[in-house]
């Protein structure tokens, strides 16, 4: 018994530091990578720059545009997130009372189901003809079919958040008079902030690292590009510059790095609070 407890110990630790190192290697080639000229990558990958090469770097910060992706990137980014909690609760506040009652509800909210179970690049081309027939492959246009692409995937996690909360509250505010709006205000809402910090975060990761939507709306012009496209055009036809492919691999961290520093605490109680019922 003893043994056969050791043995699974050891099957599982061995599973960790697998999981750990395929987490930890590319952080580490991505980190070195980015202090060495290209001839110093071209000898080994794993290898520790000698001496620290930081050229590539100032070449960056030097670049305009950097700075106009960087900017492009926030502010798609910001567009997305303040789209979501603005459109994203209510919706889900709507569909998760009135469909028990309304079969109507019920068809919208399997209707909108069905957008996860659809793969993006079956609907690809026909989003790139809609947004150039509506003047819309820009940043804003792009932020906008987001927020929509979100939708399905936000309104499955919020509606199963609410579904859980129990409706006493709002019967209680409806007989002191109070109305709908004012009802999903002062009580729904503070209740949603466990589960809408994680759409939230879902939905800032998935647009500050997304390439693909950028690569086929956003590339027509440089001053439309986000750090994930002005990293993709390092590369040409025959050859790419590794050195600074990784420096802004670097520099395209470091922004969500500082935020995750200051916010952590807000972050992970956010996430966790209301896990445990009092």
């Not at 605490?265 to 966790?272: D, E, N, R, S, V």
């Amino acid at each position: 018994m003893v043994g056969a407890k050791k043995q699974s110990n050891i099957i599982t630790y061995v599973i960790l530091i697998a999981g750990l190192l395929l987490i930890v290697l590319p952080l580490y080639i991505t980190l070195v990578t980015a202090f060495k000229s290209n001839e110093q990558s071209s000898v080994s990958y794993f290898t520790l720059p000698d001496p620290v090469y930081l050229d590539s770097f100032k070449e960056i910060l030097s670049s305009e545009r950097y700075y106009m992706a960087l900017g492009n990137t926030v502010y798609v980014t910001a567009f997305v997130l303040i789209g979501n909690l603005i459109i994203m609760p209510p919706m889900s506040y709507a569909l998760a009372r009135r469909m028990p009652h309304s079969r109507i509800y019920r068809y919208m909210y399997f209707f909108l189901l069905l957008g996860i179970f659809i793969p993006f690049q079956v609907k690809m081309m026909p989003l790139v003809k809609l947004l150039s027939a509506l003047n819309m492959m820009n940043p804003t246009g792009m932020s906008v079919l987001c927020i929509s692409s979100s939708t399905c995937e936000s309104v499955f996690l919020l509606v199963g958040y609410m579904s859980a909360i129990p409706r006493d509250m709002e019967e209680a505010a409806y007989i002191d008079g109070a109305g709908t709006f004012l009802t999903y205000r002062t009580i729904v809402f503070p209740l949603l902030k466990p589960m809408l910090a994680t759409v939230l975060i879902r939905q800032g990761l998935w647009m500050w690292n997304d390439f693909m939507l950028p690569l086929i709306t956003l590339n027509r012009s440089w001053k439309y590009w986000t750090l994930t496209l002005f990293q993709y055009n390092f590369q040409t036809d025959y050859a790419v510059d590794y050195s600074l492919t990784f420096a802004t691999f670097v520099m395209s961290m470091l922004p969500i790095l500082v935020f995750y520093c200051f916010m952590q605490k807000a972050i992970i109680g956010g996430l966790t609070s209301g896990a445990v019922k009092s």
